[in-house]
Structures are given as C-alpha cells and as structure tokens.
C-alpha cells in the first residue's frame, strides 16, 4: 500500500502565499500520477492540480498555483500564490497507481489532508 502525509497547511492573509507538500512512502515505484484536490465547507470536492501524462489545472487556480515533483524525495508540491478567501478548504493529496492522471472516482489512495485559511 501507499501513504502519503500532507503538510505547509495554515492561515494566511489574502494575498499571500503558502507551500504544500506531500511525501508518499511504501510502495511508490508503482505511482504513476499524483494529484491535489480541495474541499470547501458545502462543496463538493474539485480537482486543483493534476501531475501525470500532463499537467492539469482547475481553471481557478490557473496563473496562482504550480504542481511539481521531486521524484528522488517521492513527494509533490502544490505553490499557492494571491491567495484570496475562496481558496479556503482542506486540501487533499491523492495518488492513482495505474492510469497516468488522478480523478477522484478512481483514486487509490488520499492523505488525510491539510487545512488552508485564507482571512484578515
């Protein structure tokens, strides 16, 4: 099996920025696609980012935040910039060890997910 450890969640005034990180352990030689997603109080869950065949972003997000990888530490990272309120939620990472992206019906693993507070 696979874990994966969320951390860099916190409160941040708007505008600001924040870094995410997320390490997996266990068997990661398999993992083809990593992934955040975030969920806000009454929503449903979104996809933020998506790192595998190719790199997808929700169209919310597109020119504030960056996925990348670090495949020798087996950890990906989510840079959040210009944050504002509606980014407020707890932000999942979550892994698919088959297909080449991350879609939330078929994920076969989720970290237990880190709390982004955007406010003044």
């Known amino acids: 099996q696979v874990q994966l450890v969320e951390s860099g969640g916190g409160l941040v005034q708007p505008g600001g920025s924040l870094r995410l990180s997320c390490a997996a352990s266990?068997?990661?030689?398999?993992?083809?696609?990593m992934g955040w997603y975030r969920q806000a109080p009454g929503k449903q869950r979104e996809l933020v980012a998506d790192?595998?065949?190719?790199?997808v972003y929700a169209n919310s997000v597109k020119g504030r935040f960056t996925i990348s990888r670090d495949n020798a530490k087996n950890t990906v990272y989510l840079q959040m910039n210009s944050l504002t309120p509606e980014d407020t939620a707890i932000y999942y990472c979550a892994v698919d060890r088959y297909r080449d992206y991350v879609r939330a019906e078929t994920a076969n693993y989720w970290g237990q997910g880190t709390q982004v507070t955007v406010s003044s």
């Open positions: 266990g068997s990661i030689f398999s993992i083809n696609a």
């Open positions: 790192s595998g065949g190719s790199t």
